[in-house]
């Protein structure tokens, strides 16, 4: 007998559905992996002129922290640091603990993966705790490879150029190179406006999810980007106070667009709204905002196409308790509110540990130094649910073999031909400008893109400079597949955390938000509602994909899936129709369903 419900079975993504992802031309994404790949350059540069060992470190911990405008990179480059100071004290008194004390310092080494991987599930440090927890351990177990006499200067020095190196970079080149926050902010508007005009225009299926994609990124990274403007100190209040309505009635006229594409809309009306639309565009691109918006004429024969021209009037016009100041968000604390009472936390550290040590010990009694990579591997592929480490497994194997595979491609056909630094630098920059592409991408394929990293630099880059001895190579490459499998090993088989337990938390964030959005009475108020519906609206479509992609028996509630599936759908549809119709009848009901599936 046939499946009633095959599309449950049928885990994650689709390879044509990553395939379009990867090649997703999204706004802003070409420089920013351009200044990404730039970035790991000039950190293997710097690394090149001072002589850092294990370069292949700091050319990671470049691309894992590489933020999109210069303020933010400029913060995170200080950040980095100072915190490098810290780890220096730690890792000192550390090496004087440990020094000639193999036991102690496997202890250690045992002790501080727990602490970093109890930081990135349970504070704020997420997933910056996996790097600095890399790095410090990784200085720790380099303490073996340099002579006794020097072991403490040697191992402050490492770990000091780990960090700094990148910092120095970050802050330095990212602030000659990076955007402003406040053009990442007028260009994000701009797009999500030439994508309503798509929508508009005949969409075909290709445009439609990319336009899924866009709505429902919400509005967060553009706050964030009007957050980090507003630290430059050299914009207007009220101009931020403008730009900040504009994020919010983007995405809430992409939703109206996204609606009537739906329903259909005339081609008089369609054009009417597509011209003063793309006029729009043109005006945020240049990184100004428009004062003054006529309503496109638009007959009263479409509701869809009226509520967009109504949007257009006070698209910039911030409500007046926003002309002065940005909202006060609610403060959390470093440490999430159940950081000491949900016991997730502590077995996601236990695993992370455990897939450290078993790694450490791996490589020391097979007296394979090569494969040290593995450790490094267990810090960046650990994941907190069974759901998201199956279905970014074949990203995270595919990652490894394309970044494997072009860095011993460069071994065997590129590096004899080199004869000077330029051209490896060439060579970095191209790879590093794939990964970047990839990891710029959708947060569901990012992950692929660091992996290529992640293994071109383990592969290429062996003490300070490049290398061509294939051994080097094929060690590293065996370390991140070791890595892979274990901790997959260890995250899976003990304490498995299914994403289908958080699946009811994330259903009752959305009910919060579409009662907020049912329950707002102005236009300013609307488009901000809708916003964070549409981001609650991604982290419970990620929970439910996840929950997809887990065994059978862990998602045995099949029929729950399908209902929370079926309300997801309605969900979206849902919050588009409440900018059409605010007061519709039917909003009780339907939300009354979607808390039912939630219980």
Not at 10 to 34: D, E, K, Q
Not at 392 to 419: C, E, Q, Y
Not at 432 to 449: C, H, M, N, P, Q
Request: charged residues 20%; hydrophobic residues 50%.
């Amino acid at each position: 007998m046939e499946d009633p419900r095959p599309d449950l079975m049928r885990p994650g993504l689709s390879l044509s559905r990553i395939w379009h992802l990867v090649c997703n031309p999204a706004p802003g994404r070409m420089g920013y992996a351009l200044c990404m790949a730039a970035g790991c350059t000039t950190t293997v540069l710097v690394g090149e002129i001072w002589q850092v060992p294990e370069l292949s470190v700091p050319a990671l911990t470049t691309m894992a922290l590489w933020q999109k405008d210069r303020v933010t990179n400029a913060l995170t480059g200080v950040g980095v640091n100072i915190a490098i100071l810290i780890l220096l004290a730690i890792i000192y008194g550390l090496i004087r603990l440990t020094l000639d004390h193999p036991m102690g310092l496997v202890i250690v080494i045992a002790l501080l993966s727990f602490m970093f991987f109890f930081l990135g599930s349970a504070s704020k440090l997420k997933p910056v705790a996996y790097m600095l927890g890399l790095v410090t351990v990784y200085g720790l177990i380099a303490i073996d490879e340099v002579p006794v006499g020097e072991v403490v200067t040697r191992a402050l020095l490492y770990t000091d150029l780990f960090l700094a190196v990148p910092g120095a970079v970050m802050v330095v080149l990212g602030l000659l190179i990076c955007p402003s926050p406040r053009r990442i902010l007028t260009d994000s508007i701009a797009a999500r406006l030439r994508m309503a005009c798509r929508l508009l225009s005949n969409p075909d299926e290709r445009i439609r999810e990319q336009a899924t994609d866009m709505l429902r990124a919400g509005t967060a990274d553009m706050m964030k980007s009007a957050k980090m403007a507003g630290l430059e100190k050299i914009w207007s209040p009220h101009d931020l106070a403008c730009l900040r309505q504009a994020a919010n009635s983007s995405v809430a006229v992409l939703a109206l667009a996204d609606e009537a594409s739906r329903s259909g809309l005339s081609q008089p009306d369609a054009a009417c709204l597509i011209q003063p639309l793309e006029d729009m565009a043109v005006i945020f691109t240049d990184g100004d905002y428009p004062a003054a918006i006529e309503r496109p004429a638009i007959s009263k024969a479409s509701l869809t196409a009226c509520a967009l021209a109504d949007l257009l009037p006070d698209f910039a016009t911030p409500p007046a308790d926003d002309a002065k100041a940005p909202p006060q968000e609610k403060k959390s604390g470093f440490l999430a509110d159940d950081a000491f009472s949900n016991p997730d936390h502590v077995r996601f550290a236990v695993k992370g540990t455990a897939a450290v040590m078993l790694s450490y010990l791996t490589f020391k009694v097979l007296d394979w130094p090569g494969i040290h990579t593995c450790i490094i591997t267990c810090f960046i592929v650990a994941l907190p649910t069974m759901g998201e480490m199956i279905s970014k497994l074949t990203l995270r194997i595919s990652g490894a073999l394309v970044g494997g595979a072009l860095g011993i491609s460069a071994i065997v056909f590129v590096m004899p031909h080199l004869n000077g630094i330029t051209g490896f630098l060439v060579l970095v920059f191209l790879v590093s400008l794939i990964a970047a592409w990839v990891k710029t991408g959708d947060e569901r394929i990012a992950y692929a893109g660091f992996q290529i990293g992640l293994a071109f630099y383990l592969t290429d880059l062996k003490g300070y400079g490049p290398t061509a001895d294939m051994a080097t190579a094929r060690d590293r490459i065996v370390g991140i597949m070791l890595g892979n499998f274990i901790t997959y090993a260890m995250f899976t088989s003990f304490w498995p955390a299914s994403a289908f337990d958080r699946i009811g938390e994330g259903l009752r964030k959305l009910v919060e938000a579409l009662n907020g959005q049912a329950n707002a009475s102005t236009p300013q108020a609307r488009s901000e509602a809708v916003a964070r519906t549409q981001s609650a609206l991604l982290e419970s479509e990620r929970t439910l994909e996840y929950a997809m992609s887990e065994p059978v028996h862990m998602r045995a509630d099949l029929p729950r899936l399908e209902a929370t599936r079926r309300a997801l759908d309605d969900a979206a549809e849902l919050s588009e129709e409440l900018l059409v119709t605010p007061d519709r009848a039917d909003v009780s009901g339907r939300m009354a369903r979607l808390e039912q599936i939630a219980r």
